[in-house]
């Protein structure tokens, strides 16, 4: 992990919300960023956006449900920035509701989406990506305070962060002789589109408004007020620099200290 030549990064789901702060911040740090997202509109306005900001960044549409989709993204990156050393896994999807009310379809989606996509990106990275002929790498999944503690009518989303933290868990003890590094970043509430679309949901499920909900969820945390796309990045870019080469295999909280294990 030299300091002197870009690092060659990859951070899914990044036109929106945490990915988004990620992708600017690593790039500002000086590395070479590959985006993607399903809409290639917002993937080609976001590469805009950023370049226009003077960063390095390229951007491929890529569903992160489909493996053929997740190899084409990660083919892509290498042959755009070269052996991928940063993967941030952080795409991502909420969904829940009444457990017994839940259908297969929304069950199997959010943990596709959100597990098992960490899974295949990784792989991906791992083999055709080139981050195993680097000295050093660092792969960080976005899991969720959701991912140490149930979230009520948050099953599946719940369940799938879990995986992704006990995923992490396994991989970073797996891989700690090889110089990477796997670490899990545990947002509690971001303030981000995500995070409206999961207001609207509780607003809907008790009867409430969304004001209502947010001053509920606002109370549940010490430090009062949601967490910072930015202030979650601050750590994705810490786990990614060369100083956290002994950080591996960890779930690390970024929550206001809404959780505290
Ligand atoms: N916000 C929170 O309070 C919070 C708390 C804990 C954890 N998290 C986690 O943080 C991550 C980012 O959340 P966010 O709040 O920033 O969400 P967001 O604002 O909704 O952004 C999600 C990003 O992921 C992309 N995406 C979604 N599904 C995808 C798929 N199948 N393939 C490729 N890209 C996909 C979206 O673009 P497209 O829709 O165009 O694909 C978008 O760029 C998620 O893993 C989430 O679970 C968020």
Not at 43 to 69: S, W
Not at 93 to 109: P, Q
Request: proline residues 3%; negative net charge; glycine residues 12%.
């Amino acid at each position: 992990m030299g300091t002197q030549a870009p690092r060659s990064a990859l951070v899914t789901g990044a036109t929106s919300g945490i990915g988004l702060a990620v992708a600017r911040s690593l790039a500002a740090a000086g590395d070479h960023v590959f985006i993607c997202a399903r809409d290639a509109d917002a993937v080609k306005k976001t590469v805009e956006d950023l370049r226009d900001e003077g960063l390095t960044v390229e951007g491929l549409r890529c569903d992160v449900r489909y493996t053929d989709e997740v190899t084409a993204l990660v083919v892509a990156a290498r042959a755009a920035f070269g052996p991928i050393g940063v993967l941030v896994n952080n795409a991502g999807r909420s969904g829940g509701g009444v457990t017994a009310d839940i259908s297969d379809e929304l069950w199997l989606d959010v943990v596709d989406t959100n597990l098992h996509s960490v899974f295949r990106t990784t792989r991906a990275v791992l083999t055709v990506g080139g981050m195993t002929e680097l000295p050093a790498g660092r792969i960080i999944n976005i899991a969720s305070t959701a991912g140490k503690q149930g979230v009520v009518l948050g099953a599946p989303y719940s369940a799938s962060k879990h995986g992704v933290v006990g995923f992490t868990k396994a991989l970073g003890n797996e891989l700690a002789p090889t110089g990477i590094t796997v670490n899990a970043v545990c947002p509690g509430y971001v303030e981000t589109p995500m995070a409206q679309r999961v207001r609207q949901g509780y607003a809907s499920a008790y009867g409430r408004t969304e004001a209502e909900i947010l001053d509920q969820f606002q109370r549940k945390i010490p430090l009062g007020r949601y967490s910072t796309p930015e202030e979650v990045a601050g750590l994705v870019g810490y786990l990614a620099s060369d100083a956290a080469a002994s950080i591996t295999a960890q779930a690390m909280n970024v929550c206001g200290g809404l959780g505290n294990f």
